[in-house]
Every structure is written in C-alpha cells, then in structure tokens.
C-alpha cells in the first residue's frame, strides 16, 4: 500500500484560505493522475480537483476560480491552494493517486482512484 498522507486542514472563516499539502512517499508511477477530493457524511465522495504528471489539470464547476491544484516533484508532494473559502466547501479532504494509462485524461471520478491518503478536515464557518 502506497502511504498518502494529508495535512494543512483546519477551520476558518467564509472567505479565507487554506492549502492542503499530500506526500506521496514510495509512489512511483511516471504516468498519473493525483487529485483531492472530499465527502461529507452522508454524501458521496466527490471530485474536486485532478492534475496529470504534465501538468493537465481538471477542477469541478464549484471550485473553479477558487481552488488551484499543483504539485511539487522533487518532493512527491501534491497542494490545493483554496481561497475564499465558503461553509459549502466544509468536508473530509482526502488526497488520491492512479495509473494513467497512454492518452488518458484524469477523471474527477473517485472510483476509478485506487490509493488514498486518510483524509483532513476542513471546516469553513459563516
């Protein structure tokens, strides 16, 4: 198993920042795609944002604009910046990673994910 692990979650008021930081100690795939997403109780665990090995970006409709994904490879760690942050973004954040196969895209679809970190949480108050 591939440790991802999480961290930088914390609580803050609507309209505040936070960036939330993802090891991927061991992971080794020259083609990927690492991404964040997040879930709340009771919901399914959806897609927030993705980023390719080159750099190929993906970002769901409710966080474009707010949130930026990138990644830093000389320290196998990936980030999401999230700025103005609302109380609808208050969810358990978590950090995944896949294969990408030749000429595939990364997709915003966690089941198709197959490592992942436990999750840090974040919680924006009004």
């Known amino acids: 198993q591939v440790p991802l692990v999480e961290s930088g979650g914390g609580s803050v008021q609507a309209g505040g920042s936070l960036r939330l930081s993802c090891t991927a100690s061991g992971y080794s795939d020259s083609r990927y795609c690492k991404g964040w997403f997040r879930q709340v109780p009771g919901k399914e665990r959806e897609g927030v944002a993705v980023i390719s090995e080159i750099g190929n970006s993906n970002y769901a409709d409710s966080v474009k604009g707010r949130f930026t994904i990138s990644q830093d490879n000389t320290k196998n760690t990936l980030y999401l910046q999230m700025n103005s942050l609302k109380p609808e973004d208050t969810a358990m954040y978590y950090c995944?990673?896949?294969?990408?196969?030749?000429?595939?895209?990364?997709?915003?679809?966690?089941?198709?994910?197959?490592?992942w970190g436990q999750g840090t949480q974040v919680t924006v108050s009004s």
């Open positions: 995944a990673a896949r294969r990408r196969g030749v000429g595939d895209g990364c997709s915003l679809w966690s089941s198709i994910y197959n490592f």
